[in-house]
C-alpha cells in the first residue's frame, strides 16, 4: 500500500493486470488503492491491455514476476523484474529488481528523476558555457586557449555536478 501510495504521489498512475479471477483482482486493487485493473489475462491479452495503457497515460513501467509476465515485461517501455521471479520473466525484464518488494521501484524511480534533473542541468550548463565562448570568440576576446581551458574547465564542472548523485542514500527511503 505504502508503495503505491508513494507511486499515486508522484502522479503516476497505477494498473494492475492479472490472470487472477476479476473479483480477487477487483479486492486487491481496492485493497492497495490501485487506478484500475484488467482480470482473466492471459500473456498476449496482457500485451493488449498494456498497449491500451501507452496510449492513454504514455511510458509504461510493467513490473512482473511469472512466466506470463514475458511477453509484457519485454514490450513495455521499461519491464522490471523481481529477483524471486521466474527465470523467463528475469530474462525478458530490462530491470531485474533486487528484492521482492515494490518499494525498491519506488526508490529507483527517485533515483532516476534526480539522476534525470543532473543531467538536464549539465546539458544546460555544457550549453551555455559553450554559447557564451563562441559569442567571446565571434568578438575578438576569447582565443583559442580560452577556450581549450573553458572546455576542460566545463568538463570539470559537470563531472563534479554529476558526482552529487553518489549521495543517493536520502532517495533510498521510500517515504522520503
Known amino acids: 500500500v505504502k508503495a503505491i501510495d508513494s507511486f499515486r504521489a508522484m502522479a503516476l498512475k497505477t494498473a494492475m493486470l492479472t490472470g487472477d479471477r476479476t473479483q480477487n483482482a477487483g479486492e486487491i486493487a481496492e485493497k492497495v ?11 498476449e491479452e496482457k500485451l493488449q491491455e498494456l498497449a491500451k495503457i501507452r496510449k492513454k497515460y504514455g511510458s509504461v513501467l510493467f513490473i512482473g514476476d511469472g512466466i506470463n509476465d514475458g511477453p509484457v515485461l519485454a514490450g513495455a517501455d521499461v519491464g522490471a523484474a523481481m529477483n524471486s521471479g521466474a527465470d523467463l520473466a528475469l530474462e525478458a525484464a530490462d530491470v531485474v529488481l533486487m528484492n521482492s518488494k515494490l518499494s525498491s521501484a519506488v526508490q529507483a524511480k527517485k533515483i532516476a528523476d534526480k539522476i ?9 550548463f555544457a550549453l551555455v558555457i559553450k554559447a557564451a565562448v563562441l559569442l567571446l570568440g565571434l568578438l575578438g576576446v576569447a582565443n583559442m586557449w580560452f577556450a581549450v581551458f573553458a572546455d576542460s574547465g566545463t568538463a570539470m564542472l559537470l563531472i563534479l555536478n554529476s558526482m552529487r548523485i553518489l549521495s543517493v542514500k536520502k532517495y533510498m527511503n521510500p517515504t522520503a
Open 33 to 43: 488503492h490501485i487506478d484500475e485493473f484488467s482480470a482473466q489475462l492471459l500473456p
Open 116 to 124: 534525470a534533473i543532473i543531467v538536464r542541468e549539465n546539458i544546460i
